[in-house]
């Protein structure tokens, strides 16, 4: 659907937390939206299912593509100011281990508790690409519901979940649906417009985007061109009011180049929604 009056325009981001791009991406349209008049749609998918059916495969694989994609995350986290990190044992977290479990409960957590399906995804991507933790077993996926502020009797619930027909078949027809819109590998940004579906593959295609929606996405959102004063991705987080109590201790004292973000705390604080300004 287009804009037209007061009406926003569709984007919708299929992802996977298995992928480093898909983070850049997911971030950088959280930031966008702000600026743009879309309405952002989280679409988990499973990044190894849409590789099997295209007959593609990671980058990494590929000697000189991964060695160039090394470097080109980390410019492009420097840029973005997302706190991306590679994987010691990027082979065996990322491509062995995969995200099949994570993204089932990511799945459960769409289907019944959307509210929490942005915290905890941004939560799985923290503990994969920043802090080189597991993604896979119970405890790592608790840990990070938690961390989103999911409470611990709902966060076993939606876990319970993950094993059902239901979440599976859910998960499995999101990626089909990407797949049909023709994707290939992710994230896969989908801008709907006067009718039309138009795919762009990439965290790195937001000019073309803009384009297509009628944005001008030259203009750099505050989220990344000041630094500063921002508060935290969902004010309905539990937990929220004693990170609230955080920033406003911490606020100002913030280093604008981003050296030494070392929580999740410290970095939301950065990079996530402008807080209002006054006059």
């Given at each position: ?5 007061g009406s926003k325009t569709l984007v919708e981001i299929f992802y996977d937390v298995v992928s480093p791009y898909s983070w850049l991406g997911f971030e950088v349209l959280c930031r966008y939206r702000h600026n743009w008049s879309i309405e952002l749609r989280f679409r988990p998918a499973f990044l190894g299912g849409i590789m099997k059916e295209t007959g593609n495969q990671p980058p990494a694989m590929v000697p000189k ?215």
């Amino acid at each position: 659907m287009a804009a037209a009056g007061g009406s926003k325009t569709l984007v919708e981001i299929f992802y996977d937390v298995v992928s480093p791009y898909s983070w850049l991406g997911f971030e950088v349209l959280c930031r966008y939206r702000h600026n743009w008049s879309i309405e952002l749609r989280f679409r988990p998918a499973f990044l190894g299912g849409i590789m099997k059916e295209t007959g593609n495969q990671p980058p990494a694989m590929v000697p000189k593509r991964g060695e160039y994609m090394m470097k080109d995350i980390k410019r492009m986290a420097k840029y973005y100011q997302v706190p991306l990190q590679i994987p010691k044992d990027f082979v065996g977290s990322v491509i062995r281990k995969g995200s099949l479990s994570a993204m089932r409960f990511i799945t459960a957590v769409d289907m019944t508790q959307p509210q929490f399906l942005e915290p905890v995804s941004r939560e799985l991507w923290m503990r994969i690409w920043s802090r080189d933790e597991d993604i896979t077993q119970p405890e790592s996926i608790l840990a990070a519901a938690g961390e989103a502020g999911l409470p611990s009797a709902l966060a076993q619930k939606l876990l319970a979940m993950t094993s059902t027909p239901e979440v599976k078949n859910r998960l499995k027809e999101t990626t089909e649906e990407a797949l049909k819109y023709g994707a290939f590998g992710m994230p896969a940004v989908v801008a709907h417009v006067n009718g039309e579906a138009h795919l762009f593959f990439g965290s790195d295609r937001l000019e073309l985007l803009g384009k297509v929606i009628a944005q001008d996405a030259t203009q750099t959102p505050q989220a990344w061109s000041e630094g500063q004063r921002f508060t935290f991705p969902h004010p309905a987080t539990a937990g929220y009011r004693e990170r609230k109590a955080e920033r406003e201790d911490t606020e100002g004292k913030l280093n604008p180049q981003g050296q030494g973000w070392g929580t999740y705390q410290e970095w939301t604080l950065k990079c996530c929604l402008p807080k209002k300004r006054g006059p």
